[in-house]
């Protein structure tokens, strides 16, 4: 067994829906600290961003759609390490909302296997298209959207 695979055989997959938002408040609170690290223009929005306003916003946006949630958590040590949360909107667009892994786990195939199950996920739900927002500062993350047939169409300037 190569050591990938036996990296992600310790793992496990939980999904469900809004209910298990709270469960990823670190691992989402660690991703927005990396975006505050990466922002060239936004620090002050990422500075004022917290788990709670966050937590509200999905709510808002998907009181008239569905959420799920998945979590990738690391059985012999109970520790999760991992997250996505997609939405499907209430005209059928389905989103990345926010996934990450942390750094001592990316490489074993844990970011794929979120991003595969949001993607089926909306499939089941008949999505009629399916979007990821990437934050100015990681496009480094492209590359792994892009394996998932995800590809750049626009650029939004927002004034700062």
Sequence with gaps: MSAHNAGISKISFLCGNESLLDEVRQL???LNQHHLSLSPNFKPYYEEMTFPKRKQALLQKTARGEMRVDIAVDREKNRKVGYCISSLDCEQTGE???IYVLEAYRGMGIGGKLMKSALSWMETKEAAKKIVIVAAGNEQAFGFYERYGFRV??????ET
Excluded at 153 to 158: A, G, N, V
């Design 28 to 30: 989402w609170e660690e």
């Design 153 to 158: 169409r626009k650029t939004m300037l927002e």
């Design 96 to 98: 990345v909302e926010s």
